[in-house]
T-cell receptor, first 113, second 114 residues
Framework: KAGVTQTPRYLIKTRGQQVTLSCSPI?????VSWYQQTPGQGLQFLFE???????NKGNFPGRFSGRQFSNSRSEMNVSTLELGDSALYLC????????????FGQGTRLTVV | QQQVKQSPQSLIVQKGGIPIINCAYE??????FPWYQQFPGKGPALLIA?????SEKKEGRFTISFNKSAKQFSLHIMDSQPGDSATYFCAASTGGGSQGNLIFGKGTKLSVKP
């Protein structure tokens, strides 16, 4: 079974630009969550999508947005990039039911210059 | 407001030792408590998880101890090996049937010396 796939693995963007990150979940998983990981703040929850609807949202500004497609693939968009947005962005997918776990991808390393 | 507090930040043990990592939470609505292991350049991987209806869970060399009244839980790694050197994160969620909304601790960098 293929794992969670995130593309691209690395990105360098200029301040003020926007960026779109992609996540393909494990086959059959309908929940996709996004997290930001930085040395200072650690792993922080951005948002979760389930069946194309945002189910939960973390405490991030509106510049961070996402969406999920009918095949459960998800994209995350960050507009008007700031230097502080430099981070590892992780996607996790999970199935349904009480004992499912969240499986993480390897992440997209975003550097804003 | 940090909802899950993890300690220590870093830990060095000798091979065969038993490192213990502690976490404390505030939100009594949390109902799922996983531990993740992360190696450099990789995403976090689930090690073991517990729900508040049990006080201890073992999987191989990894044990979670859970104290609901104290709102604390800890990870013990028995017979630690150099290959266990990684960063460990505790987490919590109120997901019920979904673990898509995890609140993580700040992480503990574990180094196991040969």
């Amino acid at each position: 079974k293929a794992g969670v796939t995130q593309t691209p693995r690395y990105l360098i963007k200029t301040r003020g630009q926007q960026v779109t990150l992609s996540c393909s979940p494990i086959s059959g998983h309908r929940s996709v969550s996004w997290y930001q990981q930085t040395p200072g703040q650690g792993l922080q929850f951005l948002f979760e999508y389930f069946s194309e609807t945002q189910r939960n949202k973390g405490n991030f500004p509106g510049r961070f947005s996402g969406r999920q497609f009918s095949n459960s693939r998800s994209e995350m968009n960050v507009s008007t990039l700031e230097l502080g947005d430099s981070a590892l962005y992780l996607c996790a997918s999970s199935g349904t039911g009480r004992n499912t776990e969240a499986f993480f991808g390897q992440g997209t390393r975003l550097t804003v210059v | 407001q940090q909802q899950v507090k993890q300690s220590p930040q870093s830990l060095i043990v000798q091979k065969g030792g038993i490192p213990i990592i502690n976490c404390a939470y505030e939100n009594t609505a949390f109902d799922y408590f996983p531990w993740y292991q992360q190696f450099p350049g990789k995403g976090p991987a689930l090690l073991i998880a517990i729900r508040p209806d049990v006080s201890e869970k073992k999987e191989g060399r990894f044990t979670i101890s859970f104290n609901k009244s104290a709102k604390q839980f800890s990870l013990h790694i028995m017979d630690s090996q150099p290959g266990d050197s990684a960063t460990y994160f505790c987490a919590a969620s109120t997901g019920g049937g979904s673990q898509g909304n995890l609140i993580f601790g700040k992480g503990t960098k574990l180094s196991v010396k040969p």
